[in-house]
């Protein structure tokens, strides 16, 4: 069987099943679907893993909603930022609420994959567009966990996949993957991104950079993933000009294809409010905006100083906690995309004003900060490993619960 050789992002040889152009296939090369199906058999472990911590999640969810009588099916799909994706799938853009203090909370904050796919269900199956967002959630979700895994095992191995998809499931706020929310759809675009720029499929990773740019505002943190890298390749092959050519005829349509859904949906609202700042604008009548982090030092200040001492502490313990595993993955050695999609989502979460308790979700999608305790974890002897994996899996669902039942994300 012919196994040809690509380039990956930083010049390293990849290994291709597919035929190079103008030959015709082996005819024991194995088809795409059952390299789909390997790959998958490969994943599984992982995709069963993570299943079981969210439905431990939504249980814990269920079960602490007998006692205050708020059903698990609502607080997933019909508060907060899912109403206004429902709206927007059963109603199109359009709709502005005013509310006292001179903010002005417009839908068009909000990006339109997500509202396009409850759409789409709903017209093919007799679902809700609330309902449509749980299952587009849920898929989406095995979805970001399949490409979190094939990161992971690509790089250091399949024990450290597992791991890595175990420790994004288990987040303390991870039971925003199961609700109505842009988060998973957007951190399986993102996670199959960066995968399909280490192995050098570059018009893939662009194409889905454009995906992601439809999802959410952080998209920007995708495009520069493919952007930097590439420029980076580019730079590193002119200071050696005896090596290696480039795949520039790959390379090209996946940075010209990255931003443009990104592009496309800022210019739309531009257009339709008449500014060229008009998605700024629409994010400024929410109080959002970009202030260095000055705010949100503000915020941890006034706890650090009032009765709130104890918030404050935990949520500057947050911030050290998040740097540190940051260094960690750069001394780990982590390749370039992934230190950039983790390292843009962090400064667009913390240099970020207003809606400080949805900074945890924010940076949902950074998935790479978590490699380090992931290759920790695979390092234990199992029953150690165990033991972590289901005390934090039970944390997590307990404190889910707990959030979602209290103040919740905004």
């Known amino acids: ?25 082996d005819a024991d090369a194995p088809p795409r679907a059952a390299a789909a199906g390997a790959a998958l058999r490969r994943a599984a ?51 502005t609420l005013h509310l006292p203090g001179g903010k002005v909370h417009s839908d068009m904050a909000f990006f339109p994959l997500l509202p396009w796919l409850e759409r789409g269900l709903s017209a093919l199956f007799p679902l809700s567009a609330g309902d449509a967002g749980l299952v587009v959630a849920a898929v989406a979700s095995l ?25 994004w499931a288990a987040l303390p706020v991870g039971v925003v993957q199961s609700m109505a929310y842009s988060e998973s759809l957007f951190t399986a675009l993102a996670a199959w991104s960066v995968y399909a720029v280490l192995t050098g ?28 890298t590439a ?42 409010t008449g500014s060229v700042t008009g998605y700024l604008d629409v994010q400024g009548g929410w109080g959002n905006g970009f202030d260095g982090g000055l705010a949100f030092g503000s915020f941890i200040g006034e706890r650090l100083a009032g009765p709130a001492f104890p918030a404050g502490l935990g949520l500057l313990a947050g ?25 843009t989502v962090l400064l667009l979460a913390l240099t970020a004003k ?6 945890p979700r924010l940076m949902m999608p950074a998935f ?11 390092r234990l002897r199992t029953v150690h490993a165990v033991t972590v994996v289901t005390f934090v899996a039970l944390a997590s669902a307990v404190y889910g619960a707990f959030w979602l039942h209290g103040s919740g994300p905004p």
């Not at 570059?202 to 993933?225: D, E, K, N, Y």
């Not at 207003?354 to 900074?359: E, H, M, P, T």
Request: hydrophobic residues 55%; positive net charge.
């Open 1 to 25: 069987m012919a196994r040809l050789t690509s380039r990956c992002w930083d010049n390293r040889p990849v290994t291709s099943l597919a035929p190079s152009p103008g030959t015709a296939r």
């Open 45 to 95: 472990p992982a995709l069963l893993l993570y299943a079981a911590v969210r439905a431990l999640g939504v249980v814990a969810l269920a079960l602490w909603g007998l006692a205050d009588g708020k059903g698990a099916r609502h607080l997933l799909s019909a508060r907060w930022d899912s109403l206004w994706y429902a709206r927007i799938a059963e109603q199109g853009y359009g709709y």
């Open 143 to 167: 979805a970001a966990a399949w490409g979190i895994f094939a990161v992971g095992d690509h790089l250091y191995g399949r024990r450290t996949g597992v791991a890595l998809v175990v420790l």
């Open 201 to 228: 499929r570059w018009a893939a990773a662009g194409a889905l950079a454009a995906l992601a740019g439809l999802t959410r505002p952080v998209g920007a943190a995708v495009v520069a993933a493919v952007w930097i």
């Open 231 to 272: 420029a980076v390749a580019v730079l590193r092959a002119r200071r050696r000009p005896g090596g290696p050519p480039l795949p520039l005829g790959r390379m090209l349509p996946g940075v010209a294809l990255a931003p443009l859904g990104w592009l496309a949906y800022v210019a739309w609202v531009g257009a339709r």
């Open 319 to 343: 911030v050290v906690l998040v740097g540190l595993l940051y260094r960690a993955g750069v001394r780990q050695g982590q390749p370039l995309p992934l230190l950039v999609l983790s390292g």
């Open 354 to 359: 207003g809606y400080f308790g949805s900074k």
């Open 368 to 378: 790479p900060l978590l490699l380090p305790l992931a290759a920790a974890l695979v």
